[in-house]
């Protein structure tokens, strides 16, 4: 019995410890591509985790962004990990490539994958963390079988494929539900939020249960972008002073 005990009580210390990470990761999608090399850098200096990759196809979602070749140039220049999130259909094709072209944690849509647990494995193979996305209509209770083994969880607070768009506030409740199943099984998975992200909503996301969140246009439009990125880094909660 004491075996067990012990492991009950490090999975709840560890819960606690990850509850209490807060990462930015900016994304560049609203960064200015006329002088891409200059925010990458205002980042790279910045309290910013993570850069932050939206790649779409113009199908899964309705816009296109960029591919492989802008991924490559982002890798070259960025001195922090770069978080890919794949907003396309039949992402198993391109999983290698993603990861050749400088992807460290790599993000698939529940909604595209017909084997979402191979897609998963694939990932981890391949030497990169992996993570999950759900749509804005789509239930965390879905990921229930497969949460032990995500790094990540994304949750979408907007409907994916433009920035600016506003917040979605039932997102907050997708957020406390995934931390309760994250907690109740003792899992390190992070919860990752994108989608009308900013100063004004942060304190609440993190509060919710959120440890990442990604800000695009909240970030790159703001009079001094890195003061803004540690502002939604450093924010305080009630649960962690």
Not at 133 to 148: C, K, R
């Amino acid at each position: 019995m004491l075996p067990i005990l012990l492991l009950k009580i490090l999975a709840t210390f560890a819960s606690k410890s990850i509850l209490m990470v807060q990462y930015v990761a900016p994304s560049l999608l609203s960064a200015d591509f006329n002088n891409l090399a200059r925010d990458i850098e205002m980042v790279n200096q910045s309290e910013a985790d993570w850069f932050h990759l939206d790649i779409m196809d113009g199908v899964f979602v309705p816009n296109m962004s960029y591919g492989f070749p802008v991924v490559e140039h982002i890798a070259k220049l960025a001195k922090k990990p770069l978080d890919v999130h794949l907003m396309i259909i039949d992402p198993d094709r391109y999983l290698e490539r993603f990861r050749d072209a400088g992807a460290n944690i790599l993000t698939v849509h529940w909604e595209a994958c017909k084997h979402l647990h191979r897609t998963v494995t694939e990932i981890k193979k391949l030497g990169m963390r992996a993570g999950v996305s759900l749509n804005p209509h789509t239930p965390v209770e879905f990921l229930s079988d497969i949460l032990p083994e995500l790094d990540l969880v994304l949750i979408m607070s907007v409907n994916p494929g433009f920035g600016g768009q506003s917040f979605i506030e039932n997102s907050y409740s997708k957020i406390t539900r995934l931390r309760a199943m994250i907690d109740e099984i003792g899992c390190s998975t992070l919860i990752e939020v994108d989608g009308g992200v900013g100063p004004n909503n942060a304190a609440k996301l993190y509060q919710a249960g959120a440890n990442v969140l990604v800000a695009g246009n909240a970030v790159f439009k703001a009079e001094n972008p890195s003061e803004t990125i540690k502002t939604i880094k450093t924010i305080k909660t009630i649960k962690n002073g």
